[in-house]
């Protein structure tokens, strides 16, 4: 698989960036969030996304500036020069920050309006900046470039295929090994092992995973423990790898034996409702509309008060957490990647969550997660 975004992608987000402060007559922005920093060069290998310091864009057709500390910047200038961008270092050892480069870079390209997105900056760095910015007024913007993520191109859409194929086969793998007596804790390792290992240029995972088996399967992000699980045991195993930085996000419940008519009613409950819910997602249609059919579901069989985060779900893509959501207003678009994952959770009994990656198309949906959805039970 390609590792870097083909250029004319990374020309398309910085046009679409440029167009956006053409239209606030604003002629230069401060990028200080690493996932947007990686989405606009195209540097989502990190293990934090993009490298630190500062990515400075103009309205202009300059070349936008890469700004990062001595630590990065070998790998910033091999990654970003060959495809236009200007990489400055500072060097902390010379007194030098990011602040002070950036400062003098924007004096150079004579920069007047500066934005920076606020939810990426401290009030304690706004002040900063304020000061610093001699010549230049900064300007407190919202963030539309997380608002330009929410779409995906056709490479990010490869790559959180790529890595839901990945979590897939890392979990059908592990599934193989559970048996009584094996630890949460055991399970999670031997699961992320496997994630990182068949993850591609990034090598970060979408987040910790949750292992949670028995009772404790009640709590949707419970912390994994050396707990044993036991024949008899709803487990929850919520898991994804990453594709050069991008997440796939997966909740799958499983039983250690033989499922009783009470863990299987619910187990099909919270499925129909998953599989409701994703019949709603498609282009034009509510957003909200998924989480509350898939509610109406759990409703009707008098589970509603246990689904503590509801029937809907989140975007995903550089971050496992983005936007749109399907608690917002607004309606889908082509190229949105949202998880759809209800789940009941029954204090002193046990919970059931599943969750799959959902592509909105031109025409409808198409999911991308590809393991199977009965109740899967392993070996006792
Ligand atoms: N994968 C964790 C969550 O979406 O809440
Ligand atoms: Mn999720």
Not at 20 to 33: A, F, H, M, N, T
Not at 179 to 187: C, D, I, N, S, V
Not at 228 to 234: I, P
Request: glycine residues 10%.
């Amino acid at each position: 698989m390609a590792r870097c975004v083909p250029q004319h992608l990374i020309k398309d987000r910085i046009d679409s960036a440029r167009e956006r402060l053409q239209k606030c007559e604003i002629d230069g922005l401060i990028v200080l969030s690493p996932t947007n920093k990686g989405y606009l060069s195209g540097f989502t290998t990190g293990t934090n996304i993009a490298p630190g310091g500062v990515l400075l864009i103009t309205a202009g057709e300059e070349s936008p500036h890469y700004i990062t500390s001595t630590v990065d910047f070998q790998e910033c200038r091999e990654r970003l020069q060959p495809r236009g961008f200007e990489v400055l270092r500072y060097d902390y050892r010379k007194g030098q920050n990011a602040l002070s480069i950036t400062v003098d870079a924007a004096r150079r390209l004579g920069l007047r309006k500066v934005g920076v997105p606020q939810s990426s900056i401290t009030a304690g760095q706004l002040r900063s900046y304020e000061q610093e910015f001699d010549q230049a007024e900064i300007l407190p913007i919202e963030d539309f470039i997380a608002v330009l993520r929410e779409v995906k191109d056709e490479w990010e859409i490869k790559q959180i295929r790529a890595a839901n194929r990945v979590s897939s086969n890392a979990f059908e793998r592990i599934i193989r090994q559970v048996k009584p007596g094996m630890t949460e804790w055991q399970l999670a390792a031997e699961l992320e092992y496997r994630l990182r290992l068949g993850g591609e240029g990034s090598p970060r995972l979408a987040f910790s995973s949750v292992v949670v088996s028995g009772p404790r399967t009640c709590m949707p992000h419970g912390s994994v423990t050396r707990r044993k699980l036991q024949r008899g045991d709803l487990v929850t195993v919520d898991f994804g790898a990453t594709c050069n930085g991008y997440c796939a996000d997966i909740t799958r419940t499983f039983v250690v034996g033989s499922p009783t008519d009470r863990q299987r009613k619910i187990y099909s409950a919270v499925l129909q409702a998953q599989l409701t819910a994703i019949k709603q997602v498609g282009p034009g249609n509510k957003r909200a509309k998924a989480a509350q059919r898939g509610m109406d579901v759990l409703g009707e069989k008098g589970l509603a008060e246990y689904a503590v985060h509801g029937a809907g779900g989140h975007g995903i893509g550089l971050q496992v957490h983005e936007g749109p959501t399907t608690g917002e207003c607004g309606l889908w678009e082509p190229g949105n990647v949202v998880t759809i994952e209800p789940g009941v959770y029954i204090p002193g009994w046990g919970g059931v969550r599943i969750e799959d990656d959902v592509l909105v198309t031109e025409t409808g949906y198409e999911v991308l997660t590809p393991i199977k959805k009965d109740l899967l039970q392993v070996k006792s």
